[in-house]
């Protein structure tokens, strides 16, 4: 059992920076792939990027390669997600997620977060 708790969104304008974090309680973190996935209205819910339980790799799709960065601290029980150059279009309720397999988070993970909202004004 995992439980997962984001944290750190809110308003920004477009073109500013803002950094989501994931904390995670219940089962070792570090033996968890994690990822961050994105919900925005009337639409399905996207994955964006995914970290391994090391934070030795990494992937991102390609609406936001270049512009987010996952990352984690096992230290912490937390992963992040830093977020630059937003655009308006990345408005939407960002979740964080956690699963054993890392090929595996990106798609069905066993856990999620309850999600935090991220708005971008023009």
């Known amino acids: 059992q995992v439980q997962l708790v984001e944290s750190g969104g809110g308003l920004v304008q477009a073109g500013g920076s803002l950094r989501l974090s994931c904390a995670a309680s219940?089962?070792?973190?570090?033996?968890?792939?994690m990822g961050w996935f994105r919900q925005a209205p009337g639409k399905d819910r996207d994955f964006l990027a995914a970290i391994d339980w090391s934070g030795g790799r990494t992937y991102y799709e390609d609406p936001v390669k270049g512009r987010f960065t996952i990352s984690r601290d096992n230290a912490k029980n937390t992963v992040y997600l830093q977020m630059s150059s937003l655009k308006p279009e990345d408005t939407a309720v960002y979740y964080c997620?956690?699963?054993?397999?890392?090929?595996?988070?990106?798609?069905?993970?066993?856990?999620w977060g309850q999600g935090v909202q991220v708005t971008v004004s023009s």
């Open positions: 219940g089962r070792t973190f570090s033996g968890y792939a």
């Open positions: 997620a956690a699963d054993p397999d890392f090929a595996r988070v990106w798609k069905r993970p066993d856990y």
